[in-house]
């Protein structure tokens, strides 16, 4: 049934995605490669970055609309300083079932606990590779195999659930596939193979380097044995897969090979503001002047539902049928993921 704030394609609007910096202490290759971000590049500068205040009254004016999940990203989201007091402020909205936070790790050992007490309950960690040498390599050299290892135990200790996203791109990680699966699955954590994509304009994306879902497939499914989960809900961006002769489950996240557009139901927003209907969309509309306005909820609230009723992305289902095209696109760390 259509419901009246649904997008062009009937998708309800249920997940946020607010991303609290554009600063991040990585430089993985695939998303802020070095010589691109380096010194000098123009980060936001403080004023331009929401506030918690409009972020968590953002945050109540997309739960009104029919947001129930919450995700803080960035940049690294732990370089902003107090997350735990956003993350309360969140928790206290009511209509919000789920709020978790994408991370690169290393800052887990000094906020983990912090974090659960605030009330954060699950949180994914990126992590490439357990070989130290080939981690540096797809993330800018800077930080080390352990130190993330070391967080995601963080995370664990201090209670929260934790799922580890490895991003896989040929000839730099595939190798990583199977050791990877194996240590988390004796680790007891869900980990989520993402397919390499053409996120922003300068990781210099090649099709050939992806590995399909079907290849990571293969490649585990001879060591382990898998057979498919269905989905918990509609919109669940992995496809789930559990080990046939031991415990746990994978997923992998497919937007290249097996795009999953028609049931997104994801918004995002930058740390500057703008609402972004999809991951490779290369306009935002902006909400910080509102926001810092005279204009009120209601009035930013139908904004708001205008954009996504208007919404008719499918970036994903469309882009092999548009390999030449050079639109310029937000960059991930903008968004978050
Ligand atoms: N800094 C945090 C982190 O790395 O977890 C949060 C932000 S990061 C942009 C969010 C997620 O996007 C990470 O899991 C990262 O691996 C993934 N990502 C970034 N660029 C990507 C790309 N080109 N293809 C697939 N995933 C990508
Ligand atoms: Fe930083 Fe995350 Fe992007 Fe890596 S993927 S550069 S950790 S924002
Ligand atoms: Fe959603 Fe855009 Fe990704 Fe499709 S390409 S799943 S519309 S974010």
Redesign the pocket.
Known sequence: MTNRSDDQWNRPLRDLRISVIDR?N?R?R??MPEEIFGHDYPFLPKERILTFEEITRLSRIFVSLGVTKLRI?????LLRKDLSSLIHSLTQLEGVEDIAM???GVFLPKYAAALREAGLARV???LDSLDDERFRRMNGGKSSVKAVLDGIDAAAQAGMQVKI?M?VQKGFNDQDIVPMADYFQKKKHILRF????D?GNT?G?KLDQVVSKQQILHTIHEHMPLEPVPPQYTGEVATRYRYRDREGEIGIISSVTDAFCSTCTRARISAEGSLYTCLFASQGYELRTMLRSEQSDDEIRAYVERVWRGRTDRYSEERLTHTQRTLSKIE??HI??
């Open positions: 991040c990585f993985c695939y998303c990203t960035g940049g690294e989201p994408t991370t690169n994914t960690v990126s996203n991003v993402v397919e390499f994509m996120v990781n994306w991930m760390s978050g993921g």
